[in-house]
């Protein structure tokens, strides 16, 4: 759980993910492969066994050939583009204002140190927590 919580705070990205030129629809290659966010917009249906969807992006018409030539052996659906456009195919990711804090300090004192200092184990992470409580408390 750890690696998620951290993975999930962006703060161990590459530093070239704030700045990524393919965080759009217009792309290069022939197909795209991703998660299928936004699929219960689609159809509420098709994820029932809650284990994920993929999606499919056609983006030439060589990819609409090849996609075409193997799609028989998917279960596929069609779906509106809007549904689908997870953050990455809209932005680049936002990049976490530690994040060279946390280079820095995984470069002096290793994968365990950060892991307990900015993931979900440890004093720290305890304390944020407990303080977050007391701040949503204070506010009713």
């Keep these: 759980m750890n690696f ?7 703060i161990m990205f590459c530093h070239s993910c704030g700045k990524c030129h393919f965080c759009n629809t217009a792309r290069p290659s022939d197909i795209t492969l991703a998660d299928f966010w936004g699929w219960e917009k689609t159809d509420p249906n098709i994820n029932q066994d809650d284990k994920g969807c993929n999606l499919v992006l056609v983006n030439t018409p060589k990819g609409r050939e090849i996609f075409e030539a193997v799609k028989d052996k998917l279960d596929t659906i069609p779906a509106e583009l809007d549904n689908c456009l997870q953050p990455n195919l809209q932005h680049p990711s936002v990049i976490h204002p530690k994040r060279m804090q946390f280079e820095k300090d995984y470069i002096k004192h290793g994968f365990k140190y950060v ?12 304390v944020r ?12």
């Design 4 to 10: 998620t919580y951290v993975f999930y705070q962006h």
């Design 115 to 126: 892991m307990y200092r900015y993931g979900d184990s440890g004093w720290r992470y305890i």
């Design 129 to 140: 927590k407990y303080i977050r409580m007391i701040k949503r408390f204070l506010k009713r």
